[in-house]
């Protein structure tokens, strides 16, 4: 059975830093691209913004316009992790933080078969 579970969500105010990790079970880790996604509050699933996504080697990564330059995404295949290491961050950036993997690093959540439960990140004014 597939487990993604996503810890290091927090308050924090404007300005401050995050780092949320993921770790995955049940799956061959380096067979899978990893992505983070996040859902504002009132927004359902297919809303789900993308954030980042690193290749399964974690030789490529992408990021979403909005967190470029502020947040990090890498990957750890020998303790089947990711991590999102999130700086200055500011209100927007407020939501519940989703882990995925899927087949290929893709910006669209019908790309990734699996998904954690998600972590709650809120950016104090």
């Known amino acids: 059975q597939v487990q993604i579970v996503e810890s290091g969500g927090g308050l924090v105010q404007a300005g401050g830093s995050l780092r949320l990790s993921c770790a995955a079970s049940?799956?061959?880790?380096?067979?899978?691209?990893m992505a983070w996604f996040r859902q504002a509050q009132g927004k359902v699933h297919e809303e789900r913004e993308f954030v980042a996504t690193i290749h399964k080697t974690g030789g490529e990564v992408y990021y979403a316009k909005a967190v470029k330059g502020r947040f990090t995404i890498t990957r750890d295949n020998a303790k089947n992790t990711v991590t999102l290491q999130m700086n200055n961050l500011q209100p927007g950036d407020t939501g519940i933080y989703f882990c995925a993997a899927g087949p290929t690093p893709r910006a669209m959540s019908e790309g990734y078969d699996y998904w954690g439960q998600g972590t709650q990140v809120t950016v104090s004014s």
């Open positions: 049940g799956l061959v880790f380096n067979d899978y691209a």
